[in-house]
């Protein structure tokens, strides 16, 4: 993404739920009960808030990096480049990473995640500091660091139903928080970022991601309990294990790449899974080769430099946050495609035409919240989506799945985005990026499998038929 059905929010039939969120069983609340509430809603808050500590870290990362490289006398080419090989490895890490994510557990598997990510970017103040740190090494460094990203914001959003569950939140409302706390995690990030790299150097910013990485991981293994991979091949399976340990030697253990293929053979069947991949994927595309490679550098260029840049991505941000915010009260009510499609046109259109205007800085500004406040609705959408159409012991692998794909343009937009810089310049390059992002958000209103966002079937079951 052990939730709530969004149908039966609708409708008021289910007796087990009472206005779409599970329901308590009756009688009085004993000592007991209240503790396990608390405590099953402190585990859901540190879920959240490890996952936007990290996204902070990754933040600050996607601001230092492009400086780094500028300072070096780098060129829009090697931006790019380096862009790319911080986002290539999630397509690697995503399809591979969710079948270790199933498997060695998803709590650990975060962890771990956020332990390698920070070790790797410590090493880079550390080299840059002492023996030196070369173009190579800097990408390098930065493709081991981005490998586990995806099975870590994986395993996160894995976790959420059967915490979001025993908390008693609505599922649209918990995948929203998270959606927020990344958004949350922009806002403090870019600024914290935009102030570190104008004051201290892109270097010395750092350490400061590297603190996020140890901080998410100390959450999360303190506050998160402990869950197992599910059994493949179970009838029922499960994430309710009491450890994360794994039997290797189970017998009814299906080969990695059988677990692969089982993924991937749910996401190519599922029509509104292969429409939802290929327009996310061409978006991403764009999205990459506007904010990884045209931002920093119309930031650099004609904006001032790295504070300009920090207000633009804390506005783009902090509206997304308040869009994010504002979409949780509504969600269960709003048609998803329309929704979908006005906010997704919005999110990326308005303020790339601002940029291939020249428009002023203020102008810039209230494009993007505009940008922010449209964007705040999507990953809600998508993710309950998801949530609702895969099978739970499936969901590591799909999840991955449905990330690699969905993130395979953007290694190459990022890297075009430094080509298209040098070439045909920044007004061009964000005019096409317009354009074309406005033209491919608006394919959901041709209907078809489209149709299958709209709330229908129990979560976690098999998809429903296509309906044309």
């Keep these: 993404m052990s939730e709530s059905t969004p149908a039966e929010e609708a409708r008021g039939t289910d007796s087990a739920t009472r206005g779409g969120r599970p329901a308590r069983p009756r009688g009085g609340r004993t000592g007991h009960t209240v503790r396990t509430e608390r405590t099953d809603r402190v585990a859901l808050s540190s879920l959240v808030a490890a996952h936007a500590i990290s996204q902070t870290g990754n933040v600050v990362t996607a601001f ?112 929203g928080l998270l959606d927020g706390s990344e958004r949350f995690a922009k806002l403090i ?19 400061v991601n590297a603190a996020t990485f140890a ?5 999360t293994g303190a506050l998160v309990p402990a869950s197992g991979p599910a059994r493949t091949g179970s009838p029922n399976p499960r994430d309710d294990h009491p450890t994360d340990a794994t039997d290797a030697t189970e017998p009814t253990r299906a080969s990695y790449r059988s677990d692969l293929v089982e993924g991937a053979r749910f996401v190519v069947r599922d029509p509104l899974m292969r429409l939802i991949v290929a327009l996310v994927l ?12 045209l931002l920093p550098l119309y930031a650099n260029d004609r904006l001032g430099g790295a504070a300009a840049l920090g207000l633009l991505v804390a506005t783009m941000g902090g509206c997304a946050l308040a869009g994010n915010v504002a979409f949780g009260f509504v969600a ?23 940029f291939a205007l020249g428009a002023p800085l203020p102008v810039l500004v209230a494009a993007t919240a505009l940008s922010g406040l449209a964007a705040g609705a999507l990953n809600p959408i998508l993710g309950t989506v998801q949530l609702e159409r895969t099978p739970e012991h499936l969901r ?42 406005t033209t491919v958000t608006l394919a959901p209103l041709t209907g078809g499998h489209w149709r299958l966002m709209e709330r229908r079937g129990p979560p976690g079951g098999r998809p429903p038929a296509p309906s044309l």
């Design 215 to 219: 901080v998410s991981a100390a959450l």
């Design 64 to 175: 230092a990096v492009p400086f780094y490289v500028l300072g070096l006398g780098g060129s829009g080419a090697e931006v790019g480049l380096a862009a790319a090989f911080a986002t290539a490895p999630v397509i690697i890490g995503g399809p591979l990473g969710g079948v270790v994510v199933d498997r060695v557990g998803h709590r650990r598997a975060a962890i771990v995640a956020d332990l390698v990510s920070g070790a790797s970017v410590l090493a880079m103040p550390v080299l840059a500091l002492t023996v030196g740190l070369p173009f190579w090494a800097l990408l390098a460094l930065v493709f081991v660091g981005g490998l586990l990203d995806s099975p870590g914001q994986t395993a996160r959003r894995v976790m959420l139903p059967a915490l979001t569950e025993r908390a008693g939140v609505r599922i649209e409302r918990s995948v």
């Design 396 to 437: 590591g692998r799909v999840f991955g799945l449905v990330t690699a794909g969905a993130w395979a343009g953007i290694p190459a937009g990022a890297l075009l985005g430094g080509v298209a810089a040098d070439t045909i310049g920044l007004t061009v390059a964000f005019g096409i990026v317009a354009v074309v992002y």
């Design 332 to 354: 269960h009510r709003v048609p998803r495609r329309l929704t979908f499609v006005a906010c997704f046109t919005l999110a990326g259109g308005p303020s790339s035409l601002a």
């Design 189 to 207: 990030g870019a600024s914290i970022a935009g102030l570190l790299v104008a004051a201290v150097g892109p270097v010395a910013s750092l350490f």
């Design 282 to 293: 061409t978006t991403n595309l764009l999205d990459a080769a506007r904010g990884s490679t």
